[in-house]
């Protein structure tokens, strides 16, 4: 069995985007208490160069969610890190900085837990949402790029811990 990497997104085109979602978040939250919450470990790629282009004063903090089932997919049990219900975000403007939305059960998993600590908006930023049949649509206000439905590593994001230090994203398959 050999793993196939497939070139999808350059780091030229990601860089180019991340300089786009960064101007309309620091455009959109100038003058508010903004937090930024990293879900790791997928997004922390991403965030590091978000985060170093936007020019409005912000502070970060991270949340860890997984789930349970197979390693290329969420299953139904999204189970988040117990320091969620102690983040320090009530009044704030918060965005959610995520890798990739697949089935968007992730995140609707981490909206619902944060909306429980009263910030003054939260809002989802996702570097990639990948298009599933029948998944319902997830409300992502900062979004990097639609990708079809395949698995893709890269740019922070895994296969079994690998591939994160790729600067672009791939597509992978398991051929043999
Ligand atoms: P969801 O809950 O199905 O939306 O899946 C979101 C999470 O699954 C992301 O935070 C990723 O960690 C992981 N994930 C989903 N699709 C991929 C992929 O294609 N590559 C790497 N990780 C993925
Ligand atoms: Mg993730």
Redesign the pocket.
Known sequence: MTNRLRPLISAGRIRKRVAELARQISEDHRGAKLTLII?L???TVFAADLMRRIDTPFVIDFVR???YGKA???SGN?VLGDETPRLDIAGHDVILV????????????LVEALDKLEPASLDVCAL?H?H?EG?RP?AIRYKGFD?PD????GYG???AERYRNLPGVYR?TLDG
């Open positions: 879900v470990k997928g997004a969610a997984s789930s290329a997919r969420s999204v995520e890798d990739i939305v697949d089935s968007g059960l992730t995140i609707t998993a990639l990948k599933v998944a997830a990708i395949q698995f893709v590593v994001m895994d296969y992978l």
